[in-house]
Protein backbone atom coordinates (compact mmCIF):
# COMPACT_ATOMS: atom_id res chain seq x y z
CA UNK A 1 0.00 0.00 0.00
CA UNK A 2 2.78 2.91 0.39
CA UNK A 3 6.59 2.10 -0.34
CA UNK A 4 8.92 4.31 0.49
CA UNK A 5 12.53 4.21 -1.34
CA UNK A 6 15.56 6.27 -0.96
CA UNK A 7 13.77 8.92 1.06
CA UNK A 8 16.67 12.01 2.76
CA UNK A 9 15.42 14.98 4.08
CA UNK A 10 17.40 17.58 5.20
CA UNK A 11 16.74 21.42 7.15
CA UNK A 12 19.54 23.44 5.89
CA UNK A 13 23.48 21.54 5.86
CA UNK A 14 22.10 18.51 8.82
CA UNK A 15 20.63 15.60 7.02
CA UNK A 16 17.58 14.25 9.29
CA UNK A 17 16.99 11.80 7.29
CA UNK A 18 19.39 9.37 5.33
CA UNK A 19 18.40 7.23 2.29
CA UNK A 20 15.44 5.82 4.08
CA UNK A 21 13.30 2.93 2.93
CA UNK A 22 10.41 1.16 3.98
CA UNK A 23 6.90 -0.80 2.96
CA UNK A 24 3.94 -0.69 4.27
CA UNK A 25 1.11 -4.20 3.28
CA UNK A 26 -2.84 -3.09 2.91
CA UNK A 27 -4.34 -3.82 6.32
CA UNK A 28 -1.74 -3.77 8.43
CA UNK A 29 0.45 -1.41 10.93
CA UNK A 30 3.83 -0.81 10.45
CA UNK A 31 5.63 1.00 13.51
CA UNK A 32 8.86 3.28 12.97
CA UNK A 33 10.42 3.47 16.64
CA UNK A 34 13.70 5.09 17.52
CA UNK A 35 15.07 7.51 20.23
CA UNK A 36 14.65 11.27 20.23
CA UNK A 37 16.00 13.36 17.41
CA UNK A 38 16.28 10.04 15.48
CA UNK A 39 14.05 11.27 12.61
CA UNK A 40 10.52 9.35 12.58
CA UNK A 41 8.55 12.87 12.98
CA UNK A 42 10.91 14.25 9.87
CA UNK A 43 10.07 11.02 8.22
CA UNK A 44 6.06 11.48 8.60
CA UNK A 45 6.21 15.18 7.78
CA UNK A 46 8.18 14.18 4.25
CA UNK A 47 5.58 11.68 3.63
CA UNK A 48 2.89 14.66 3.80
CA UNK A 49 5.51 16.88 2.08
CA UNK A 50 5.08 19.25 5.31
CA UNK A 51 8.69 19.78 5.11
CA UNK A 52 10.22 18.53 1.11
CA UNK A 53 12.30 16.18 1.05
CA UNK A 54 15.94 16.17 -1.24
CA UNK A 55 15.79 12.74 -2.39
CA UNK A 56 13.41 9.71 -2.66
CA UNK A 57 10.39 8.33 -4.31
CA UNK A 58 6.85 7.54 -2.71
CA UNK A 59 4.23 5.29 -3.59
CA UNK A 60 0.82 4.80 -2.56
CA UNK A 61 -1.04 2.02 -3.35
CA UNK A 62 1.53 1.81 -6.93
CA UNK A 63 0.85 5.48 -7.50
CA UNK A 64 3.89 7.62 -7.64
CA UNK A 65 3.00 10.64 -5.40
CA UNK A 66 6.69 11.85 -4.91
CA UNK A 67 5.54 15.23 -6.61
CA UNK A 68 2.66 16.08 -5.68
CA UNK A 69 1.52 19.02 -2.87
CA UNK A 70 0.58 18.34 0.60
CA UNK A 71 -2.89 18.83 -0.06
CA UNK A 72 -2.86 16.30 -3.01
CA UNK A 73 -1.11 13.52 -1.22
CA UNK A 74 -4.40 13.94 1.36
CA UNK A 75 -6.69 13.56 -1.84
CA UNK A 76 -4.51 10.25 -2.98
CA UNK A 77 -4.99 8.52 0.03
CA UNK A 78 -2.00 9.60 2.58
CA UNK A 79 -3.35 11.17 5.34
CA UNK A 80 -1.45 12.51 8.88
CA UNK A 81 -2.79 12.62 12.20
CA UNK A 82 0.00 15.10 13.78
CA UNK A 83 2.10 14.78 17.02
CA UNK A 84 0.87 16.99 19.15
CA UNK A 85 -2.80 16.85 18.15
CA UNK A 86 -3.22 20.18 16.71
CA UNK A 87 -6.62 20.34 16.68
CA UNK A 88 -8.82 23.87 16.22
CA UNK A 89 -9.11 24.84 19.27
CA UNK A 90 -12.10 27.71 18.69
CA UNK A 91 -13.52 25.40 16.13
CA UNK A 92 -16.60 23.07 17.69
CA UNK A 93 -15.83 19.44 17.41
CA UNK A 94 -18.06 18.91 14.58
CA UNK A 95 -16.59 21.63 12.78
CA UNK A 96 -13.24 19.91 13.44
CA UNK A 97 -14.58 16.46 12.09
CA UNK A 98 -16.18 18.51 8.86
CA UNK A 99 -12.88 19.84 7.90
CA UNK A 100 -11.27 16.83 8.06
CA UNK A 101 -13.77 15.63 4.83
CA UNK A 102 -13.46 18.99 3.44
CA UNK A 103 -12.19 17.54 -0.33
CA UNK A 104 -15.30 14.94 0.02
CA UNK A 105 -19.20 15.35 -0.93
CA UNK A 106 -21.09 16.33 2.13
CA UNK A 107 -23.49 13.66 1.54
CA UNK A 108 -20.53 11.08 2.24
CA UNK A 109 -19.17 13.60 4.71
CA UNK A 110 -22.70 13.13 6.76
CA UNK A 111 -22.21 9.63 6.89
CA UNK A 112 -18.67 9.87 8.26
CA UNK A 113 -20.03 11.74 10.70
CA UNK A 114 -22.37 9.84 11.91
CA UNK A 115 -19.31 6.68 11.79
CA UNK A 116 -17.25 8.79 13.72
CA UNK A 117 -19.82 9.56 16.64
CA UNK A 118 -20.29 5.76 16.73
CA UNK A 119 -17.20 4.87 16.93
CA UNK A 120 -16.09 7.45 19.27
CA UNK A 121 -18.66 8.31 21.88
CA UNK A 122 -17.34 11.20 23.62
CA UNK A 123 -17.19 13.30 20.72
CA UNK A 124 -21.09 12.83 19.72
CA UNK A 125 -21.16 13.82 23.18
CA UNK A 126 -19.57 16.95 23.07
CA UNK A 127 -19.60 17.39 19.00
CA UNK A 128 -20.63 21.33 19.91
CA UNK A 129 -17.92 22.08 22.43
CA UNK A 130 -14.80 24.07 21.47
CA UNK A 131 -12.19 21.49 20.62
CA UNK A 132 -10.00 23.48 23.09
CA UNK A 133 -11.75 22.81 25.48
CA UNK A 134 -11.24 18.69 25.91
CA UNK A 135 -9.07 16.69 27.31
CA UNK A 136 -5.56 15.27 26.03
CA UNK A 137 -7.01 12.24 25.39
CA UNK A 138 -10.31 13.63 23.65
CA UNK A 139 -8.55 15.94 21.78
CA UNK A 140 -6.21 13.05 20.37
CA UNK A 141 -9.66 11.16 19.70
CA UNK A 142 -10.71 13.85 18.02
CA UNK A 143 -7.09 14.04 15.52
CA UNK A 144 -8.08 10.52 14.69
CA UNK A 145 -11.37 10.80 13.92
CA UNK A 146 -10.54 13.93 11.85
CA UNK A 147 -7.96 11.76 10.11
CA UNK A 148 -10.15 9.16 9.62
CA UNK A 149 -12.63 11.62 7.84
CA UNK A 150 -10.61 11.53 4.85
CA UNK A 151 -11.23 8.73 4.30
CA UNK A 152 -7.05 7.21 3.60
CA UNK A 153 -5.71 4.59 1.81
CA UNK A 154 -2.59 5.51 4.73
CA UNK A 155 -3.27 6.92 8.14
CA UNK A 156 0.43 8.39 9.82
CA UNK A 157 -0.15 8.30 13.45
CA UNK A 158 2.54 11.10 14.77
CA UNK A 159 3.29 10.03 18.54
CA UNK A 160 -0.92 9.71 19.32
CA UNK A 161 -0.22 8.59 23.26
CA UNK A 162 2.15 11.89 23.99
CA UNK A 163 1.37 13.78 26.95
CA UNK A 164 -1.41 11.42 27.79
CA UNK A 165 -1.88 9.82 31.10
CA UNK A 166 -1.42 5.61 31.40
CA UNK A 167 -5.13 4.94 31.62
CA UNK A 168 -6.04 6.95 28.36
CA UNK A 169 -2.78 5.69 26.75
CA UNK A 170 -4.47 2.00 26.87
CA UNK A 171 -7.74 3.82 24.89
CA UNK A 172 -5.41 5.32 22.08
CA UNK A 173 -3.93 1.80 21.26
CA UNK A 174 -7.35 0.16 22.02
CA UNK A 175 -8.88 2.57 18.98
CA UNK A 176 -5.52 1.64 17.18
CA UNK A 177 -6.22 -2.02 17.26
CA UNK A 178 -9.90 -2.03 16.50
CA UNK A 179 -8.57 0.13 12.93
CA UNK A 180 -6.23 -2.08 12.31
CA UNK A 181 -8.33 -5.13 12.52
CA UNK A 182 -10.86 -2.97 10.50
CA UNK A 183 -8.50 -3.23 7.71
CA UNK A 184 -7.00 0.49 8.41
CA UNK A 185 -3.39 0.52 6.79
CA UNK A 186 -1.78 2.79 9.46
CA UNK A 187 2.37 3.85 9.58
CA UNK A 188 2.66 4.62 13.26
CA UNK A 189 5.33 6.81 14.83
CA UNK A 190 5.59 6.15 18.86
CA UNK A 191 7.76 6.74 21.91
CA UNK A 192 6.09 3.70 23.52
CA UNK A 193 8.17 1.18 21.58
CA UNK A 194 6.54 -2.07 23.48
CA UNK A 195 2.68 -0.64 22.91
CA UNK A 196 3.64 -0.10 19.66
CA UNK A 197 5.03 -3.10 18.71
CA UNK A 198 2.30 -4.85 20.44
CA UNK A 199 -0.32 -3.74 17.96
CA UNK A 200 2.15 -4.10 15.13
CA UNK A 201 3.10 -6.52 12.35
CA UNK A 202 6.62 -5.23 11.22
CA UNK A 203 9.27 -2.73 12.72
CA UNK A 204 11.63 -0.45 11.53
CA UNK A 205 14.29 1.17 14.05
CA UNK A 206 15.83 4.46 12.92
CA UNK A 207 18.89 6.30 14.28
CA UNK A 208 20.53 9.28 13.42
CA UNK A 209 18.07 9.27 10.30
CA UNK A 210 18.47 5.82 9.19
CA UNK A 211 17.09 2.64 9.41
CA UNK A 212 19.40 0.36 11.60
CA UNK A 213 16.93 -2.42 12.53
CA UNK A 214 13.95 -3.74 10.97
CA UNK A 215 11.95 -7.18 11.38
CA UNK A 216 8.56 -8.84 12.32
CA UNK A 217 7.16 -6.45 15.42
CA UNK A 218 6.72 -9.72 17.33
CA UNK A 219 10.65 -10.62 17.08
CA UNK A 220 11.51 -6.98 18.18
CA UNK A 221 9.68 -6.25 20.78
CA UNK A 222 12.02 -8.58 22.92
CA UNK A 223 15.56 -7.81 21.37
CA UNK A 224 17.67 -6.28 23.21
CA UNK A 225 19.06 -4.23 20.22
CA UNK A 226 15.53 -2.57 20.03
CA UNK A 227 16.07 -1.30 23.91
CA UNK A 228 19.05 0.14 23.22
CA UNK A 229 17.89 2.16 19.98
CA UNK A 230 14.80 3.44 22.00
CA UNK A 231 16.67 4.44 24.42
CA UNK A 232 19.14 6.09 22.82
CA UNK A 233 22.29 4.17 23.43
CA UNK A 234 23.11 2.97 20.33
CA UNK A 235 22.51 0.08 17.22
CA UNK A 236 25.56 -1.27 15.38
CA UNK A 237 24.40 -0.92 11.81
CA UNK A 238 25.58 -4.55 10.85
CA UNK A 239 22.80 -6.14 13.18
CA UNK A 240 20.08 -5.02 10.25
CA UNK A 241 17.80 -7.91 10.42
CA UNK A 242 15.45 -8.41 7.44
CA UNK A 243 12.14 -9.50 7.49
CA UNK A 244 8.86 -10.88 5.28
CA UNK A 245 6.68 -7.94 4.92
Known amino acids: MLEVIGLS?????????????????AGTIVTLIGPNGAGKSTTLNA?????????????LAGE??????????????LVQVPEGRQVLAGMSVRENLELGGYRRPHSKVRADLAEMERRFPVLRERRDTPAGALSGGEQ????????????PKVLLLDEPSLGLAPLLVQTVFTIIRELRDSGQTILLVEQNACQALAVSSYAYV?????????????????????IRGYLGQGIDRGQRTEGRR
Open 9 to 25: VAYGSIEAVHDLSIKIR
Open 64 to 77: DITRMTAHQRVAAG
Open 47 to 59: LSNIVPAQAGRIL
Open 140 to 151: QMLAIARGLMAR
Open 206 to 226: IESGTIVLEGPAEKLRFDPAV
